[in-house]
């Protein structure tokens, strides 16, 4: 018999699974300091549990026979979950994130050209650029290296991935923090406050979420400016302006399209949601890579010699498979969007393959989260070890299509996955290339669940040059 000679996997920190049901009141305090920290033994171990959050009937789904009934096959019976709407909706209004209805089907028509994956290819060549630029940051660093905030650099880049592609640029702001103005909206506004699972009306004030306000008006005016500015340009001369994501979504105004307000929102949702999660999975990326190094050894190897190839941007994914897996098994187990809700509209049923019987009343709350579903027991082997080669093409098909789910699934899939998984190896590759980051004494990250999956209290690491040997 062979020996397995590989090392011991890491395994990252994360809440264990409570063995003792919380209180009505731990449970408000848990959700307010730590979503996570919530799920009990049976959310990793059972297909499916029933249970009531102050007075939700709610029904927690790790079956992925079910969650496809749930997200495709009967998608039509379900919406957005009322809690989901509102925290997110006062932000971001009839954006493609929290539009439903008619008004979700014409924004996501409206927009999809651009996230198509041919179309997406095409944004590979400012992906490196960006990137290329972002990691002269750390040209300074000695021999020694230096401690960078990692959570916060991986923000900035992908802010500034996103900035260039979708908008060429041209947001127009006076503040030079942009990125950290956009994640300070997000994490006013964007967690749920006990007005919230009460159920009150919207209109009753969330103690959370007080300044909120006036950062989402700054944001609106922003979100204005930049609208406006490109529409005096489309007018002065539409062959001179760029042919991006913005004015695509300018040129959808009109009786048959989109309201103004609808592409104010949209804009906003998409420099919300198109980048805070790429930049919480590239970091954990670097953060479990950092204190795995046979697996480093391996991407590094990979990177160097694509990268010497001359190889297109574009071609990388393809050409970067233990890359790519060490981002897949990032998502897997820090999944940036943990948990997707959503409520039954009117009474539905489902049946396993071995006959048993699920009821799902009109109301009820169904609960999917990618977090308890990577790490569920009845589909993973060793759940909480990081373990890439899971994501290995020799190894994928094993991996079932609705057991990993860090983009949701069926209609309202994520419509930049494509976009966010090439940007990830790009910049990783790039990031690799030059530097090794390491993981210090202070780098303790614990996950805690905001709007995304982030370390608590950032992510400290040491940033050190790399001398690259040529490939034989
Ligand atoms: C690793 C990165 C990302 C992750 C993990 C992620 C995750 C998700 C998930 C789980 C959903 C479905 C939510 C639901 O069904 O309730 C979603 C939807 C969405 N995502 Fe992403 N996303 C990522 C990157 C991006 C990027 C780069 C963009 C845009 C440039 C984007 C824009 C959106 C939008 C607009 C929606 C709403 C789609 C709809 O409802 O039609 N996401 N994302």
């Known amino acids: 018999m062979l020996m397995d000679m590989r090392p011991d996997p890491f395994v990252p920190p994360a809440p264990l699974p409570r063995t003792v049901p919380p209180s009505r009141l731990e ?45 495709v096959d009967n998608a039509n019976n379900y919406c957005m979950s009322e809690i989901r709407q509102l925290v997110l909706r006062p932000i971001l ?27 997406a290819k095409g944004f590979a060549g400012q992906m490196l650029r960006q990137s290329e630029d972002y990691a002269r940051k750390y040209a300074v660093v000695g021999e020694a290296g230096a401690i960078f905030d990692i959570s916060t650099d991986m923000t900035e880049l992908t802010f500034a991935i996103l900035a260039d592609t979708l908008f060429s640029g041209e947001i127009v702001t006076s503040s030079g923090h942009f990125a950290d103005d956009v994640n300070e909206l997000l994490h006013r506004m964007g967690r749920v406050d006990p007005m919230d699972l009460l159920r009150a009306p919207s209109w009753v004030p969330r103690v959370t ?7 989402l008006d700054k944001f609106r005016a922003i979100v204005r400016n930049t609208m406006d500015l490109r529409l005096a340009k489309m007018k002065a001369d539409r062959s001179a302006a760029p042919n991006d994501f913005l004015t695509l979504l300018l040129e959808q105004a009109g009786p048959d399209g989109l309201t ?33 190094p046979h697996i480093r050894a391996a991407m590094e190897e990979e990177i160097d010699r694509v990268l010497a190839s001359g190889a297109e941007p574009v071609e990388w994914p393809d050409l970067m498979p233990q890359t790519h897996a060490a981002f897949e098994e990032a998502l897997r187990l ?55 080669e899971r994501f290995l093409p020799e190894n994928r098909a094993a991996i079932g299509r609705f057991q990993f789910l860090p983009f949701g699934a069926g209609p309202r899939v994520c419509i930049g996955a494509t976009f966010a998984l090439q940007e990830a190896v790009i910049a990783l590759a790039v990031l690799m290339h030059r530097y090794r980051f390491d993981s210090t ?19 400290p690491m040491r940033v050190t040059r790399r001398t690259v040997s040529k490939p034989a």
């Open 209 to 215: 979420r007080i300044g909120g306000q006036k950062v």
């Open 27 to 71: 449970i408000i305090r848990t959700i307010l300091r730590n979503p996570l920290e919530l799920w009990g033994e049976p959310s990793y171990t059972l297909p499916w549990i029933r249970t009531s959050f102050f007075g939700q009937r709610t029904l927690i789904v790790n079956d992925p026979g079910l969650i496809k009934h749930v997200l």
């Open 334 to 388: 820090y999944p940036p969007a943990p948990s997707i809700n959503r409520a039954a509209i009117s009474d539905d049923s489902w049946t396993s393959p071995k006959g048993e019987r699920v009821e799902i009343e009109a109301g009820v709350t169904v609960l999917i989260m990618p977090w308890t579903l990577h790490r569920h027991e009845l589909h993973w082997d060793r759940p909480r070890a990081y373990m890439p």
């Open 260 to 292: 103004k307000e609808e592409i104010e929102d949209n804009i906003l949702t998409f420099i919300g949601a198109g980048h805070e999660t790429t930049a919480r999975a590239l970091a954990w990326t670097l953060y479990c890579v950092s204190n795995s």
């Open 93 to 119: 209004r009839d954006g493609l994130l929290t539009a439903e209805g008619a008004v979700w089907k014409r924004s996501r028509k409206a927009v999809a050209p651009v996230f198509t994956p041919r179309h």
């Open 441 to 459: 004494d202070q780098t303790n990250p614990w996950p805690v669940q905001k709007l995304t999956t982030q370390p608590q209290n950032g992510l």
